[in-house]
């Protein structure tokens, strides 16, 4: 399964995205044929090979292209549909797109139709996400995984005036994904790069294990202290062996307000925990209590004992070590209605044994279709069902 790694110490744009791709191999002959099927003045392509503190990358970019006209999202969609790309290219090209309407149309408290792009609607902008998404095909990718994200800090001017950095968008758009604002001021992460993030991407903390195939730089137009470049890591999703060890912790409880259940549970997730459960026991004497079980990975079990004794009224807890098999879990993705809906799947033996649709994808798909959550849950498990059925997987 080919992967990419996407590290965004550097955060990402529009066109740092495309020149790492096109650092990777992407034909430059190939993109050019491909924009020209747009019915858009474009400009001069602008690519050559830069170093940023010392690290070679492809620089991308275009001529400004002075338009009248500031395109809402039919218009674009329109566009694109005219060009005559492939079905897979021309569903993730308005799919982001779509994203940026919905996060724009939130913003300014608007409906997905009365948004007009401004800086989205711009040649350049529409160059860089259809690129992105020849790319990404060209290379065969079924996955992308994202670093946390660095956004910046400060104030950036657009067509609306000046507005902080990360800009509205931008945040709106980077939900569900780690961020940071790091330490050097500047507009780090740019609506269009993030996105794609949004439409690509799943954050990701470290890299998966993979076979490392290449590896590709796209360079940002501003100096700055750190390197400005933008990198893919490309490479095959290897299957290796899912045994690891857990640790669980125990511990009786007979004299806790039954209130504060609820809030420990939301806590000790947030602490690392893998999962928990509180039993209804009976201990000496006939009292009824509870007990709080915890499974949680060894380098957390420190900080989850210092939350118990902290919030609850235990003076004890017990833990023993246990290994832990566990089926290959894997992701694929399916595109609902223009929203694209993650497939959690788990494998033995590189056979599907199941899967099932992530639940904030079908929310963020029922909610902006206006249809009930049961029904995208059975529709984007029809689907994916039918996908198996084709390869002759089930």
């Known amino acids: 399964m080919r992967i990419a790694y996407l590290d965004c110490h550097a955060g990402i744009s529009g066109n740092m995205f495309l020149g790492a791709l ?141 507005i902080p950095v990360p800009a509205p968008a931008t945040f709106e758009l980077l939900s569900n994904f780690d961020i940071y604002i790091g330490e050097y001021e500047g507009e780090w992460t740019t609506p269009t790069g993030a996105a794609i993030l949004k439409y690509f991407a799943k954050s990701h903390k ?40 857990q640790v669980i912790l125990e511990t009786n409880i007979d004299d806790l307000n039954p209130e504060m259940y609820g809030f420990l549970g939301e806590e000790l997730l947030k602490q690392g925990a893998r999962d928990y459960y509180f039993t209804p026991i009976y201990m000496k004497k006939g009292r009824p209590g509870i007990l709080v079980t915890v499974i949680v990975s060894p380098e957390y079990v420190q900080r989850i004992e210092d939350l118990l004794f902290r919030e609850t009224t235990t003076l004890g807890i017990r ?26 799947v788990a494998l033995r033996n590189g056979a599907i044994l199941k899967f099932a649709p992530e639940y904030n994808d079908c929310l963020l798909a029922a909610k902006n279709l206006k249809q009930s959550l049961k029904q995208i849950y059975e529709e984007a498990e029809f689907q994916y069902r039918k996908i198996l059925y084709d390869e002759g997987s089930c």
């Open 22 to 162: 096109i650092d990777l191999g992407y034909p430059i002959e190939t993109l050019k044929t491909e924009l020209g099927k747009l019915a858009l003045p474009i400009p001069e392509l602008q690519i050559q090979k830069v170093s940023k503190k010392g690290i070679s990358a492809t620089w991308f970019d275009l001529p400004v292209a002075h338009e009248d006209q500031h395109r809402n999202l039919a218009q674009i969609c329109e566009l694109i549909l005219r060009a005559g790309y492939s079905s897979s290219i021309t569903d993730n090209a308005i799919g982001c797109f779509r994203y940026l309407a919905e996060a724009e149309a939130k913003i300014h408290g608007v409906s997905l139709n009365e948004v007009h792009f401004h800086e989205v609607g711009a040649v350049d902008a529409i160059i860089d996400i259809i690129g992105a998404c020849l790319g990404i095909e060209y290379f065969e990718i079924e996955e992308l995984f994202a670093s946390p994200v660095r956004v910046g800090f400060g104030s950036v001017k657009c067509a609306h005036g000046e």
């Open 206 to 245: 470290t890299m998966a294990n993979f076979l490392l195939e290449k590896i590709g730089y796209g360079a940002g137009t501003t100096e700055r202290a750190i390197a400005n470049v933008h990198r893919i890591v490309l490479g095959n999703l290897v299957e290796v062996d899912q045994k690891d060890y």
């Open 319 to 344: 833990k023993k070590l246990v290994e832990r098999d566990c089926l290959i879990r894997d992701y694929r993705t399916i595109n609902l209605k223009g929203y694209k809906i993650q497939i959690k």
